[in-house]
C-alpha cells in the first residue's frame, strides 16, 4: 500500500450463487411479511434436504474394463462423492433456523428499520464491551471437531442449498433497491487479529458485488477500531445473513488478548445488529471457546455442535455402503464386514481419510495387476499414507474419554494427504508393467463376482430410507470411537495363552515389546469393545 493508492490483493472466497429475488410464502406465519426471508428457498425436510445434499459422480460397469492408465483417472472420482448423514441433517436444520431467526427482526420495509440499524451500530464497542439487544433474534453456533473429518465440507455443501446473493427490486409493488448477502464464509487468520479479520471480510464483499469497501475502509491509517464498526455497518447494508468464521483455532495464536477481543466482536455483531455467526475449528480451539465464548452459549438456542468421528455402526455402514460402489477395479470386491471393519479401523471415522484410503487401494490394486480390493491392500496404504496422522489415530484409538479429548487437543492439526506420490507410483508401476504382488497381500482370497451397475434410482431409495431411519432422528454427536472388535474366539485363546500369568505379569510381558497396557490387556481378552456390551 502506497500513500497515493490503495493496492488491493487478490483474495479467494467461497462462493455460491447469485440471483434475483423471487417470493414465496415461508410457510411460518412469524416470517411472513419479511423479504430477506421470503426470498429464501423453501424450508426443507430432511429427505429433501438428503437429496440436496447427495451427490453421485457418473459411475457405470462399463468403466471397469477399460484399460488401467485410464481408470486410474476415473478412480479419483472417488473423493467427489458426498453420502449426506444423520449429522449434516441436523446440521442442515439448525442452519436454516439460525439464518430465519437473524433476519426475523431485521424486515427492511419496516419504516423503522434504518433507524433502529443506525442505533444498533452506534453500540458497535472496539473496545469489547458486549451490549444486549432487545431487538435481536439472531442465534450463533460453534462447531468443533478433529480435522479431516468433514466440518468445513459439510457446512460449505449445506450453504450451497441456499443462494449467496439475492438482488431485490421490488416487494409488494414497491421499489426495492438491494443486495442481500444470505451467507459469507471466511476463514480466521493464521494470526487471529482482528484486523487480517476485517480486511478479508472488505475483501470478500468487494469481490462478491463490485463495490469498493476494502479501498474506502481501509485507507490510510485505519485501525482495528475503526474498522471494526465499518465492518458491522457493511453486513447491515448488504443485509447479511450469517457470517461463518471457519479455522477458529487460529485464534489460539493470537497476542495477548486478541481472541478475547476478536469473540467479544462477535457477540456484538450478534447482539447489537443481530448477525448470526457460526464458528469452526479444530480441537484446539476448545480451551479458547470453552472460556471466552460464553456470552455467546448462553445466547444461543440451537446448541454447540461436537463433530466427532463416526462410530462403527449404522453410520458408518451407510457411509461406507455408498463408497464402495464406485469400483474400478476388474473384479468387484463385496463389502464384507472384514472389509468394513478394516477400513474403519485405518482411518478411525474420519470421511476424508476413509475416502483416500479407499481410493489409494484402488490405485495400488490396479498398479499391482491384483485388481481387486483386499484388506491387506487397505493396510499397505494406509500405513503408507497416513503417517502424519499416526499420533491423531493413536489418540482416537484412547477409550478413556477424558485422555482421548487431552491428547486430540494436544495434537497438531492433521496434515491434508498428498496423493500424487502414490497416484504417481501407480502410472510408473503401469508404465514399467510392474505386476509384482503388494507386501502382505493374502493370495488365499476368493474370487468376487461383479457388482451391480449403479442406478439412481437406487441413490433415491437409500436416500428416502435414510431420511425415515434412526440415523437422522439421532444426533451424531459422541465422545467415543468403537474399538476394534475382538471375536469371542480370539478372546478364547488369549486367555489359554496368557491363563498362567496374572494382570500385572501380562502388563509387564508385553511392556518389554513397546506393548501398552491397553492393548495387552486387549490381546489376553481381559477387554470388551463396545459394541460386545451392546449385543
Known amino acids: 500500500m502506497t500513500d497515493n493508492k490503495v493496492y488491493k490483493p487478490p483474495f479467494l472466497v467461497f462462493t455460491g450463487q447469485k440471483i434475483n429475488a423471487i417470493y414465496s410464502d415461508p410457510e411460518v406465519s412469524k416470517y411472513r411479511g419479511n423479504p430477506l426471508i421470503e426470498a429464501l428457498p423453501k424450508i426443507l425436510t430432511k429427505l429433501e434436504a438428503a437429496k440436496g445434499l447427495a451427490k453421485f459422480p457418473h459411475y457405470s460397469e462399463d468403466m471397469r474394463n477399460q484399460p488401467a492408465h485410464l481408470r486410474l483417472h476415473h478412480i479419483q472420482d472417488t473423493l467427489e462423492f458426498f453420502t449426506p448423514l444423520g449429522i449434516h441433517i441436523d446440521l442442515e436444520q439448525r442452519i436454516s433456523r439460525i439464518i430465519r431467526l437473524g433476519y426475523q427482526a431485521r424486515n427492511p420495509i419496516l419504516p423503522e428499520f434504518w433507524q433502529n440499524t443506525k442505533r444498533s451500530l452506534d453500540l458497535i464497542d472496539p473496545n469489547g464491551f458486549v451490549p444486549r439487544s432487545p431487538r435481536s433474534t439472531a442465534k450463533s453456533m460453534t462447531i468443533i471437531g478433529l480435522s479431516g473429518i468433514g466440518k468445513s465440507t459439510g457446512v460449505e455443501e449445506i450453504l450451497l442449498l441456499y443462494p449467496q446473493i439475492i438482488n431485490h427490486s421490488c416487494y409488494l409493488n414497491k421499489n426495492l433497491n438491494l443486495r442481500q448477502i444470505v451467507w459469507l464464509k471466511l476463514d480466521c487468520p493464521h494470526d487471529g487479529s482482528i484486523k487480517g479479520l476485517c480486511i478479508n471480510f ?6 462478491l458485488l463490485g463495490t469498493q469497501y476494502y479501498t474506502r475502509y ?14 458491522a455497518r457493511v453486513a447491515s447494508i448488504q443485509s447479511l445473513g450469517m457470517l461463518v468464521i471457519d479455522e477458529i483455532q487460529n485464534l489460539s495464536l493470537a497476542k495477548s488478548g486478541g481472541c478475547q477481543k476478536m469473540l467479544n466482536f462477535f457477540v456484538q455483531l450478534i447482539n447489537t445488529i443481530g448477525l448470526p455467526v457460526i464458528l469452526v475449528g479444530t480441537y484446539k480451539a476448545w480451551s479458547v471457546l470453552s472460556s471466552e465464548f460464553r456470552q455467546i452459549r448462553r445466547g444461543t438456542g440451537q446448541g454447540d455442535f461436537v463433530w466427532d468421528t463416526m462410530k462403527e455402526d449404522e453410520t458408518w455402514q451407510t457411509f461406507v455402503k455408498s463408497l464402495w460402489r464406485y469400483q474400478y477395479v476388474q473384479i468387484a470386491s463385496p463389502l464384507t464386514p472384514e472389509l468394513s471393519h478394516t477400513l474403519y479401523y485405518e482411518c ?3 470421511t476424508d481419510f476413509a475416502a483416500k484410503i479407499y481410493m489409494l487401494a484402488q490405485v495400488r490394486a490396479v498398479s499391482s495387476g491384483k485388481e481387486r480390493i483386499t484388506a491387506s491392500i487397505i493396510k499397505s496404504v494406509a500405513k503408507d499414507c497416513l503417517r502424519t496422522a499416526t499420533k491423531v489415530l493413536n489418540a482416537l484409538k484412547e ?13 497438531e492439526d492433521v496434515k491434508p494427504i498428498d496423493l ?39 441413490h433415491s431409495q437409500e436416500l428416502s430410507e435414510l431420511a425415515n431411519s434412526k440415523i437422522l432422528k439421532e444426533k451424531e454427536i459422541s465422545s467415543t470411537s468403537v474399538p476394534i472388535k475382538v471375536t469371542q474366539k480370539s478372546r478364547t485363546s488369549n486367555k489359554q495363552t496368557d491363563s498362567k500369568h496374572t494382570l500385572p505379569e501380562i502388563v509387564a510381558k508385553k511392556a518389554s515389546t513397546g506393548v501398552s497396557c491397553y492393548e495387552a490387556l486387549k490381546e489376553a481378552g481381559y477387554i470388551k469393545s463396545v459394541s460386545e456390551y451392546q449385543l
Open 202 to 207: 472488505f475483501q470478500a464483499v468487494d469481490d
Open 399 to 411: 477409550k478413556d474419554t477424558d485422555k482421548k479429548l487431552r491428547l486430540l487437543m494436544d495434537c
Open 218 to 231: 481501509t485507507k490510510g491509517r485505519q485501525t482495528v477500531d475503526d474498522m471494526i464498526p465499518n465492518m
Open 420 to 458: 500424487e506420490p502414490f497416484i504417481e507410483e501407480g502410472i510408473e508401476r503401469l508404465a514399467n508393467e510392474d505386476s509384482s504382488s503388494v507386501i502382505g497381500e493374502d493370495q488365499s482370497d476368493s474370487e468376487s463376482s461383479p457388482s451391480e451397475e449403479i442406478k439412481q434410482t437406487e
Open 348 to 350: 478411525q471415522g474420519i
